[in-house]
């Protein structure tokens, strides 16, 4: 069945980095824009970054920009994040999931994994 | 920068009608998607394009979208839809959520 299953999360200290996985499976991932968002505990839905199908189109939130970076095999059917310089506003859990262009929906959601930045 | 406006709680009781609202700078010209959310679950898609229901999201759920609010409404409210809900937006190829909406189902 569709299914997105993110890996990586983890506790890092401050000023440390950490690389997300997103695996796809069930549908053609080179045909779908993705997306990473997140939600602090106690916060709301906050959007991270969106990568087109090939991946030469790229946009992030002002809040990660220059930090992070979105990336995807579509031969692997996988999403990444790669996150540098966490700080303590970072802590969160991050979600992936899939776009539909045209409808400007996120259809399909993983469960998401956490990351904790933390002394 | 853009921002989208929700009420943090709204309560009903079951088999009411509740009525959520987002509202945000001529959000009528965009289209707006509607997300539930469960504690300890993921979003879940209810609203795409401000009113239409994907495929398996009940015909109670309702979405419109009109000036600077948009509306999803809930008929014959369940106990099951005990959730936060959150509003969402694309602008200038960034994406914006509501703040939330808390559902209470008393």
């Known amino acids: 069945q569709v299914q997105l299953v993110e890996s990586g999360g983890g506790l890092v200290k401050p000023g440390g980095s950490l690389r997300l996985t997103c695996a796809a499976s069930?549908?053609?991932?080179?045909?779908?824009?993705m997306t990473w968002i997140r939600q602090a505990p106690g916060k709301g839905l906050e959007w991270v970054s969106t990568i087109s199908r090939s991946g030469t189109t790229i946009y992030y939130a002002d809040s990660v920009k220059g930090r992070f970076t979105i990336s995807r095999d579509n031969a692997k059917s996988s999403l990444y994040l790669q996150m540098n310089s966490l700080g303590a506003g970072d802590t969160a859990l991050y979600y992936c999931a899939r776009i539909v262009v045209g409808e400007e929906s996120f259809d399909i959601w993983g469960q998401g994994t956490t990351a904790t930045v933390s002394s | 920068s853009y921002e989208l406006t929700q009420s943090p709680s709204v309560s009903v009781s079951p088999g009411q009608t509740a009525t959520i609202t987002c509202s945000g700078d001529?959000?009528?010209?965009?289209?707006v998607s509607w997300y539930q959310r469960k504690s300890g679950q993921s979003p879940l898609l209810l609203i795409y394009?401000?009113?239409k229901r994907p495929s398996g999201i009940p015909e109670r759920f309702s979405g419109s979208n009109s000036g600077y609010t948009a509306t999803l409404t809930i008929s014959g409210t369940q106990a099951m839809d005990e959730a936060d809900y959150y509003c969402?937006?694309?602008?200038?190829?960034?994406?914006?959520f509501g703040g939330g909406t808390k559902l209470t189902v008393l």
């Open positions: 001529k959000l009528g010209d965009k289209y």
């Open positions: 394009q401000d009113a």
């Open positions: 069930g549908f053609p991932f080179s045909d779908y824009y």
């Open positions: 969402q937006a694309w602008v200038n190829y960034i994406v914006i």
